[in-house]
């Protein structure tokens, strides 16, 4: 009877207060229970004052019910009036909270790993190229581009091609150039994988797409955490081109730009070590053969972190990949960093144009998106080359993190989330997203401290300069190789602040009070000898010299006469000279204990006989360098 009367005396009030009354009931039960299902889904994140928030919202959903009503039926304005005022505002506040909480959330889905990942293939040829009958095609099972993806083209166009076998790309497109074949089965990232070479800087206006393809798969990349950052762990930053429009579910990319982070929660220190790209070491899903690391994201991520991991023998927990636009929209949206320019410098804008070309003076400087990226890439002027680009990115990643941490708006706070959500891929789970949150706390804590967010320390990879033997160009061309010490110091202080291996006290010390204090670089400066032997060129070489370099360098020469039936005869070279040899010229003598070279011989001789090689002596020369300089065709 009570409840009967009440609503009797609420109908009998004023309509214009009982309609209000009830819409701003409807309004905050709808704010609420959005706000409720949003703090829901940040698993994590400050749980106590969470649920704190909730209560308090269905307690004053509670008395605004209760107390409206008493105002209504007691025809109490003043107090009706104001309690409606204050309901508004906190149904608004609730809305815009939801909001921002799902659109970070919707944004954090997007930067994590897909459950889908797109293959794409193309059969590519030369624009001026109009018979096709001659394929190259990728032997490697496991490249799902180079070859599910061209075979899937093959069935559904029935392709009736001869198709030419390759090891990989780069001798591929060689022979498409050369004409040797007349189109070749590439990976969708092919542009911007080749024009780093100076022979096809213009790949993408001398090629044709012939036919396309896209398949899927589902994503069996997993993170190797237990779902949150309370533990040391590595991230593996990359920067890449990609060619789709959302970089998480692209499986190709050119893999440009390499920096392991080793991070430790607890003491908020960073180690950032960054890879140069021309590096020569194994890469994982070639078998072990050598070739520049940035070559590793042909075979994907997989094949990135495994090449990695085996050079500093460390897990890699997460990657992070960020398209270089993303580099643009993002230094936009933070409405551009502080950066100090070393060096002035011309570069291409973003989409690779010179007609736009971004040109920067020396000095300390505010830069926008453009010329951020512009920095970030810029290397062919540089003193040092990609090495000085290495500390150039590393400048750019620190002053990027600290704006972020300067963040003092919700409009930043929108436009960063808008940037990033469709530039960066990452393995994080959303559950591991979310639990940085205690990590940025902290740095923002240490900020209104006056204490610097995070200790960052920087490694710097010694290396020297190699050169590797093209046999399909028949020229070298350079790379990198590292000094041990260096990289030895780098891996153990990526362990140290992992946690895995316990640091070295340093019991010496002194400075300068005149001296400027500068930041050691872990790694710089740490040089041992390094065998910079490697196997020469001994095509049409004489038997003779091949011995005698092979008893100076301790390298067994294994001697295998051929005539033109075999495949190693080389119908260029005179007969009783060497036509092909077992190891490419440029190789690394580094675990090299034999090599067989292939004599020619006429087809009436029986290719057993025996040839004079005159193996007790040594070539006739002036001096020891007359025959190396010979060896390796130097003059």
């Known amino acids: 009877m009570k409840l009967k009367r009440s609503f009797k005396r609420l109908f009998c009030a004023n309509k214009v207060r ?100 797109y293959y794409t293939g193309y059969l590519i ?25 061209a075979n899937q083209i093959i069935k559904d166009n029935k392709l009736d ?62 993170s190797n955490s237990n779902g949150t950052l309370n533990k040391p762990f590595t991230i593996l930053l990359m920067g890449v081109d990609s060619t789709e429009d959302t970089i998480a579910s692209a499986n190709s990319f050119n893999g440009d730009t390499l920096m392991l982070v080793t991070f430790n929660p607890q003491t908020l220190n960073a180690t950032m070590f960054s890879i140069p790209r021309d590096l020569y070491i194994p890469i994982a899903c070639r078998n072990g053969a050598s070739a520049k690391i940035n070559t590793s994201s042909v075979g ?26 993303g580099v643009v929209d993002l230094v936009e949206a933070l409405d551009g960093i502080d950066v100090n320019v070393t060096y002035p410098f011309c570069e291409q804008d973003s989409n690779r144009d010179y007609t736009n070309a971004i040109c920067l003076k020396e000095g300390y400087q505010h830069l926008n998106g453009e010329e951020a990226l512009a920095y970030a890439r810029h290397r062919h002027t540089l003193p040092t080359g990609d090495l000085q680009r290495i500390q150039n990115q590393q400048l750019i990643v620190e002053a990027i993190a600290k704006k972020l941490l300067s963040l003092n708006t919700i409009i930043d706070f ?22 940085s949150y205690n990590i940025l706390k902290q740095m923002m804590l240490n900020v209104l ?34 000094y041990e010490r260096s990289l030895e110091e780098i891996i ?7 946690g895995l291996i316990e640091p070295t006290l340093i ?74 040899q077992s190891i490419k010229a440029g190789t690394s003598l580094t675990n090299i204990s034999s090599l067989t070279i292939y004599i020619n011989v006429s087809d009436n001789k029986d290719s057993d006989e025996d040839i004079d090689t005159n193996q007790d002596e040594e070539p006739e020369t002036n001096n020891d360098d007359d025959v190396l300089n010979d060896l390796f065709d130097l003059n």
């Open 18 to 117: 009982m309609i209000i009354y009830l819409l701003l009931t409807l309004l905050f039960v709808v704010a609420g229970s959005l706000f409720t299902y949003s703090l829901i889904k940040l698993n994590g994140i400050e749980n106590t004052i969470r649920v704190i928030i909730i209560i308090f919202v269905i307690l004053y959903l509670g008395y605004f019910i209760y107390k409206g009503y008493k105002f209504i039926v007691n025809k109490n304005k003043i107090k009706y009036i104001i309690i409606s005022i204050i309901t508004l505002i906190l149904s608004i506040i609730l809305l815009i909270i939801s909001y921002y909480i799902n659109i970070a959330y919707g944004a954090i889905g997007l930067m994590s790993q897909n459950d889908n990942l």
């Open 125 to 149: 040829s030369l624009k001026d190229n109009a018979n096709i009958s001659k394929v190259g095609q990728i032997s490697n099972k496991n490249d799902i581009e180079g070859y599910e993806v």
């Open 161 to 222: 091609y001869e198709i030419i076998s390759y090891d990989d790309y780069d001798d591929m497109i060689i022979d498409l150039y050369n004409k040797e074949v007349d189109a070749i089965f590439v990976q969708s990232n092919y542009v911007s994988y080749f024009q780093n070479d100076d022979d096809y800087q213009n790949i993408a206006s001398e090629t044709k797409i012939i036919y396309k393809k896209t398949i899927i798969k589902k994503n069996k990349n997993e």
């Open 300 to 325: 994907g991520m997989d094949c990135v972190e495994e090449t990695i991991e085996d050079l500093i023998d460390i897990k890699i927990d997460y990657y992070a990949r960020i398209d270089f636009k």
């Open 414 to 435: 929108d436009n960063i989330l808008k940037a990033i959500s469709k530039n960066i891929s990452t393995n994080l789970s959303e559950n591991e997203i979310l639990s």
């Open 449 to 482: 401290s006056d204490k610097e967010p995070i200790v960052v320390s920087k490694a710097y990879l010694e290396v020297y300069d190699r050169r590797i033997y093209n046999a399909k160009k028949n020229t070298y061309s350079a790379a990198l190789g590292y």
């Open 492 to 498: 153990k202080a990526l362990k140290v602040n992992l």
């Open 507 to 580: 019991t010496d010390f002194s400075f300068d009070a005149n001296t400027p204090y500068e930041q050691t670089l872990i790694g710089k400066g740490l040089k041992n000898e390094v065998d910079n032997r490697a196997i020469p060129n001994f095509v049409g070489k004489s038997v003779s010299e091949a011995e005698y370099w092979g008893k100076e360098n301790n390298i067994t020469i294994n001697k295998v006469m051929v005539n033109s039936s075999d495949e190693h005869y080389n119908s260029l070279i005179d007969d009783g000279l060497i036509g092909s």
